[in-house]
């Protein structure tokens, strides 16, 4: 979340009133012996902090005014971010039934598309597959005209056909197919999406130091220290706390 330009007026005019409050309040420095004479002539003073005071009253008016025309600016922030996570829910629940494939080599797919992903499934799996389950459809994403890889989206004819198959993938390492690396993942809305991949170059880290993660909906990172669950909603969040997790286990 991208913090409002108003909030930061506020900071400015917060440090405004401060310094105003701290001149206005400062004490008239008096020499010994003098005390007569300052009761004399701290008539104009005392005005000139009266003038202060008032012009601190319509500040503090004003920044009170700001300050609520800044939550109100602030809750349509929020307000938008919840209505853009809702159309994002249910751009995610139109594309349950569906897979993404990525890695594959370019201009390897068969003129038969589900074939082409039954046979590949086939590998993947093993025996664990069946090569019945119902697929609707299986298309291609074109991409850059210069990529090396292909995109393909599967969408099966069932939600358990989708949950049964992604299961069974969940407990493969690494998928290759050709001497390229395949990721194959739910197809989220690309809101949804980028908020998974924000978490890629964490889950590197993770595999290599062979620390059990999973990614839950809709996107949280839940990783596994010694027994212990940690999930983070932000990769800001996931770094910093990783990184003194791993270290105190290191010392364990």
Same mark, same amino acid.
């Given at each position: 979340f991208i913090q409002p330009e108003g909030s930061i007026t506020v900071y400015a005019n917060h440090l405004k009133l401060e310094k105003a409050l701290q001149s206005a309040l400062s004490p008239t420095p008096r020499e010994p012996g003098t005390s007569a004479v300052i009761e004399v002539t701290a008539s104009p003073t005392v005005?000139?902090?009266?003038?202060?005071?008032s012009e601190l009253k319509l500040m503090i008016a004003e920044l009170k005014q700001e300050i609520k025309n800044d939550n109100k600016e602030i809750n349509k922030y929020y307000a938008q971010d *919840?209505?853009?996570d809702k159309l994002a829910a249910l751009e995610?629940?139109?594309r349950r039934n569906k897979i993404r494939i990525e890695g594959f080599p370019a201009n390897r797919e068969s003129p038969n598309p589900v074939k082409f992903i039954a046979e590949l499934f086939s590998k993947i799996i093993v025996e664990d597959f069946k090569s019945d389950t119902e697929k609707a459809e299986v298309y291609r994403i074109r991409g850059l005209n210069n990529s090396k890889h292909r995109t393909f989206i599967v969408r099966f004819e069932k939600l358990q056909s989708n949950l049964n198959v992604m299961s069974l993938l969940r407990q493969k390492q690494e998928i290759m197919f050709e001497n390229n690396l395949i990721c194959i993942f739910l197809d989220f809305s690309p809101s949804t999406a980028t908020k998974c991949a924000s978490f890629y170059n964490i889950k590197q880290h993770l595999r290599k130091a062979d620390i059990r993660y999973s990614l839950l909906y809709?996107? *949280?990172l839940k990783v596994e220290i010694q027994g212990k669950h940690y999930i983070f909603t932000s990769r800001e969040e996931a770094d910093k706390e990783l990184r003194k997790e791993i270290k105190r286990a290191s010392y364990l």
């Open positions: 005005h000139e902090s009266r003038n202060d005071l *919840k209505r853009e995610d629940g139109c809709p996107a *949280k």
